[in-house]
């Protein structure tokens, strides 16, 4: 069965140097039932290489196919990092199709992890061209598609024929000609890396003096512990006074006070420079893509 599978797909493949999807993703399959992983492998990174070379538009559902093999492959290998890479992917081509069953459950809860963290928050449309394709998904007209930012397979015909390329959409995207057009250029950014250099290096401060006051509070704290607060006189009043009692626990609530706003500030202080500092290092700039922040993208 799997080698018919894979002679009907060898009767479309084009000529040349960039085989049919069909028959690389055929091929994992078959190296992937045979526990032949390393090979499986090898053949999907063909596969994604290829995309933008590929003679006719490609189906949406071969290209969740090949991203949920190697999703699998990755599982198998026990390689979380290509795992989730790869099932971002196929989130990223259509947020509301799940694996097949069979596809095992972790992959399933990979699926369901990546659906509920990404958005469709982007969008693409075409203009001066004949047809356009994204995904496989075609476009109508210049009525933008809504997309998940992150890398998609963009096809469109003109004159010249078909044309294929890999785009990492972040916005907004227009097929224009014989081009993929991003966003128009807004003039420069501010600079994320130093808002970042100010948050890590005055949130690092704010810790450091912290972590000075609460040192000066414990010492303090040992030092009111170990005084018995015998002196002869305190403000006013001398020992044997009427007052002397009173003015002695005025002085002890007092010091206990102000080591107890020492202990407070210091808290207060550690605690900012922690919040500064972790938002430095989580500072990410022109990330546009996953939530997340992430924009994640691996091995095109």
């Known amino acids: 069965m799997l080698l018919g599978l894979i002679g009907a797909a060898m009767a479309d493949e084009p000529e040349g140097d960039c085989p049919a999807l069909g028959v690389l993703i055929a091929s994992a399959w078959a190296s992937f039932d045979d526990a032949e992983l390393a090979n499986a492998d090898k053949v999907l990174h063909q596969g994604r290489e290829v995309l933008a070379c590929q003679p ?12 949920r093999l190697d999703g699998l492959v990755a599982l198998s290998q026990a390689n979380r990092e290509d795992a989730v890479y790869a099932t971002i992917r196929a989130v990223t081509i259509d947020p509301d199709s799940v694996p097949p069953a069979n596809y095992g459950p972790e992959l399933a809860e990979l699926t369901a992890t990546w659906v509920a963290r990404l958005a469709r928050s982007g969008q693409i449309s075409a203009v001066r061209v004949e047809q356009a394709w994204v995904d496989g998904r075609l476009l109508h007209g210049s009525d933008p598609l809504a997309i998940v930012p992150g890398e998609h397979l963009v096809q469109w015909t003109d004159p010249d024929g078909l044309h294929s390329q890999v785009v990492d959409v972040k916005q907004t995207y227009e097929v224009q000609g014989s081009a993929v057009i991003g966003p128009p250029d807004v003039g420069p950014q501010p600079d994320s890396h130093k808002g970042r250099v100010a ?34 006189q305190y403000g006013d009043c001398a020992f044997g006074d009427s007052c002397y009692a009173y003015a002695r626990e005025e002085a002890i609530r007092g010091e206990a006070n102000r080591i107890r706003l020492g202990y407070l500030a210091s808290y207060g202080l550690v605690g900012l420079g922690v919040v500064g500092a972790g938002a430095g290092l989580f500072l990410v700039s022109d990330s546009g893509g996953i939530p997340s922040g992430l924009g994640y993208s691996r091995r095109w």
Not at 56 to 67: D, W
Not at 200 to 217: D, E, H, K, P
């Open 56 to 67: 006719a538009v490609v189906p949406t559902e071969s290209l969740l196919e090949m991203f």
């Open 199 to 232: 948050f890590i290096g005055g949130g690092t401060a704010l810790a450091a003096g912290g972590a000075g006051l609460l040192v000066w509070s414990s010492a303090q704290e040992s030092a009111f512990r170990a005084d018995p607060f015998d002196a002869l």
